[in-house]
């Protein structure tokens, strides 16, 4: 069972830029797909970024050029980058590997 715990988030005003890190157990962190998404409230969960095994990522069409996931392999962490917030980036934030997700961190972008 991976396990998962995201950190980082904050109150930041549009414009300005948070580091989200999301630490993963387990001693094959290197072969899973990691992903980000977040949930704003009322709202579903919507997948953000992904990162492979091999480095590759994928964004969401709404943070594309805004946001850069990355990964750690030696320190089992996954990163999200995020710059110029916006309000409409206001949301719980979760790490998510094979079936498994971390607890959340919330971002809050003030106008």
């Known amino acids: 069972q991976v396990q998962l715990v995201e950190s980082g988030g904050g109150l930041v005003q549009a414009g300005g830029s948070l580091r989200l890190t999301c630490a993963v157990s387990?001693?094959?962190?290197?072969?899973?797909?990691i992903a980000w998404y977040r949930q704003a409230p009322g709202k579903q969960r919507e997948w953000v970024a992904s990162?492979?095994?091999?480095?590759?990522?994928n964004y969401a069409d709404s943070v594309k050029g805004r946001f850069t996931i990355s990964r750690d392999n030696a320190k089992n962490t996954v990163y999200l980058q995020m710059g110029s917030l916006m309000p409409d980036d206001t949301a719980a934030y979760y790490c998510?590997?094979?079936?498994?997700w971390g607890q959340g961190t919330q971002v809050t972008v003030s106008s």
């Open positions: 998510n590997a094979q079936t498994s």
């Open positions: 387990g001693n094959t962190f290197s072969i899973y797909t």
């Open positions: 990162i492979r095994s091999s480095g590759s990522t």
